[in-house]
């Protein structure tokens, strides 16, 4: 198992970020404590979207964190990325494991016991599960009950980040849930302070570790 701190995993989105560009958004989160960057870019064209993933490629090799891409292998392998996150409706991750190849990370999107499990039967280095809670990001997402996470806990090996309305309201509701981390959108990237809207949740997160 590759050994990642999962804790505060940012997920950009450039619609909702306060900061002139994606760039300035990682970098100031990282400098409040992010741990993991998935870059996500739904309304980007290709080259958009590449040019883009170069410049916080730069930001993350300069903190040492891993750069995740959101859904596209191809983009992934152009910049050189740590790794790809796909949801249910996108590669499988037999086949994004295939490309990618071992060392590379493989993030997979799971809202059930039965998802997750066969993420991790197929190579899944991490679980995001959710969403947990009504979100502006994913209009269209069923929520994972506490209940459900729990199973997924229990069943599986791998990391687990929860993603989907966490923020600092709802980060202390998972203390003693055995989860590696938390994967947040808008509570950082939309705060007029992004580090210390990090600083705050990676806080919260840690205390009920």
Do not use: C, W
């Not at 903190?63 to 249910?88: E, M």
């Amino acid at each position: 198992m590759k050994q990642i701190d999962y804790s505060l995993y940012l997920v950009t989105d450039r619609e909702l970020m306060t900061t002139a560009t994606v760039e300035q958004s990682v970098e100031q989160a990282i400098q409040g404590g992010a741990t993991v960057v998935q870059l996500r870019e739904k309304l980007a064209s290709s080259r958009m979207f590449y040019e883009t993933a170069l410049r916080v490629r730069a930001v993350t090799r300069q903190y040492g964190v891993p750069l995740i891409i959101n859904d596209r292998v191809d983009l992934a392998l152009a910049v050189d990325a740590d790794g790809v996150h796909v949801g249910q409706d996108d590669l499988p991750v037999e086949v994004v494991r295939r490309i990618l190849g071992p060392d590379k990370l493989v993030g997979v999107s799971a809202g059930t016991l039965e998802e997750a499990k066969r993420a991790e039967a197929m190579g899944a280095d991490y679980l995001g599960v959710g969403a947990m809670y009504a979100t502006g990001t994913k209009t269209d997402a069923d929520l994972t009950t506490m209940a459900e996470l729990a199973r997924i806990r229990q069943a599986v090996r791998i990391p687990i980040v929860v993603i989907g309305g966490i923020n600092r309201n709802t980060v202390p509701q998972f203390a003693g849930s055995g989860i590696d981390g938390i994967a947040v959108v808008s509570a950082i990237v939309a705060q007029p302070d992004i580090p210390a809207a990090a600083r705050e949740l990676k806080a919260l997160f840690e205390a009920g570790r």
